[in-house]
């Protein structure tokens, strides 16, 4: 493991071991979405992160790093780039520390959410999971919410009349910080991945007139729309899927019309609280659809400088594959702030612009930034004196593109928290994907494929994916691996 990482851990144990309540903050650890290197980074323009509750904030700007420094960091920590087996590019398994970290998260089940906001420009203290989010009364310039303990995403979005419907969020991603005087009326939220198959989502909006909503759900809005009022303090609350809500969940929000997604005659419809037709992006949970004059498209479409494919429910399909299957050639395009890679193929002469399909990845502090042309594969890979992988394809010099980890060149000799935890637990310079997705690249993608690495608190045209399930840490394969997919077979027959 890498310096930074030793200390990363040093530091963990130390709260755990003071408090034995205390629980592993995975969102706020100095990697994924909304942080690097330990910091809060600039999210859009004229937003800023925050280090800390109660202070004002300070705007980190982020930037990548080159091979050259990469492997000079990588170097001044004791690793040395040439061949994989010496240290390149892939520190090799998570050590015993960060195995007692993970054990203690995965165990504790339960979501833990801790929300922050900006009011009168200072942001708030933390409230932890369902306490009554407010500022004495102070209108809500904005929002912020970690998830901790458990694998998977919350996401969430504010509007205001003025400006309608922020981005979507995820995981200590700050919202928009709005002008005095500008405060939000309405917010969204969801689940997406191994917490939302486990657990509801349900938050319910005060007004500044001291009007309660009723607690709305998975993605619905809460607050108001068009009535000149705004939020001022909020709550969360998560259920176990299929258990009873004992709270009022209608009267969610105030506005002429009800907003979003919604069946009017038979036919699926988006009107805004306004009352007016939407055009634009909507979701209904986690699908996604794209509406023009409140009616939802189908087929292929042109937006944002993408080409989608919506199938006849109109719904916006993530993997292409089984609609135009894999032509080739193609661009991979990697995330490394969001850990998101996307495989893009042409639209003829308009180029690169048809995202194939999505995977999660872990990337590291030291994967480096820039535009390279895949040189070798190898079916297996030592990385790292008994550290192996699957289907790895180098990017450059000692990065590679490589599946998650392995103590023998055997698919039945997995690494299960490196399953678990993709994206939460980084790499030293490689991008880790799930042996299915390695296996992808490594069959699809020739020798000289274009691989580019960035950084954008956007994921990319699609939303980021997670990890649906979580396996058993007695469990040795990867379910994804096509090689053992009659284990899972097995597995599911004695679970029933």
Known sequence: MDIINKRAVAVLIAVLLASPAAMPVFAAEPYGPGYRNGVAIEQASGQTGSQN??????VIQGGGISVEQ??????????????????GGEDGTIDEAMQQILLQAQLASLPRLLTTMVANNLQTQTFLNDAYIHADGAGMQNMVVYLENIVGNVLY??????????????????????????YIEAIEMRFSGYVGNRFDLYYTAVLEDGTAMGWAKNG??????????????FRIAFFGKDTEFPYSTSNILISAHEDGIQWIDGQMRYISGDGSNHTGWGWLGNDRYYFIDSYPVTDWQYIDGYKYYFDETGKMLSDLEPIIGAPGPFLIMINKQMNTMTIYVQDGANGFIIPLKTFLTSTGNYTPIGTFHTPEKYRWRDMNHGIYTQYATRITKGFLIHSILYSRPNGMTLNPDTYNYLSVAKSSGCVRLLSAHAKW??????????????????????????IEWIIPRTQTWDPTDPDFAHLNAQAAEGGA
Not at 53 to 58: C, F, G, K, L, Y
Not at 70 to 87: K, M
Request: proline share 8%; charged share 10%; net charge negative.
């Open 70 to 87: 990469a492997e000079a960091a990588l170097a001044s920590g004791g690793l040395t780039i040439g061949q994989e087996a010496e240290g």
């Open 53 to 58: 509750t109660n202070q004002d904030m300070t």
């Open 157 to 182: 979005r504010t509007y205001t009349g003025s400006l309608g419907w922020s981005q979507w969020m995820m995981n200590g991603q700050q919202t928009p910080i709005y002008p005095l005087g500008t």
């Open 220 to 233: 619905q809005a809460s607050g108001t729309m068009g009535t000149g009022h705004y939020i001022t303090g």
């Open 441 to 466: 690249v490594f069959d699809h993608c020739p020798l000289g494929t274009t691989v580019t690495i960035y950084n954008s608190p956007v994921p990319g045209p699609y939303e980021r994916p997670a």
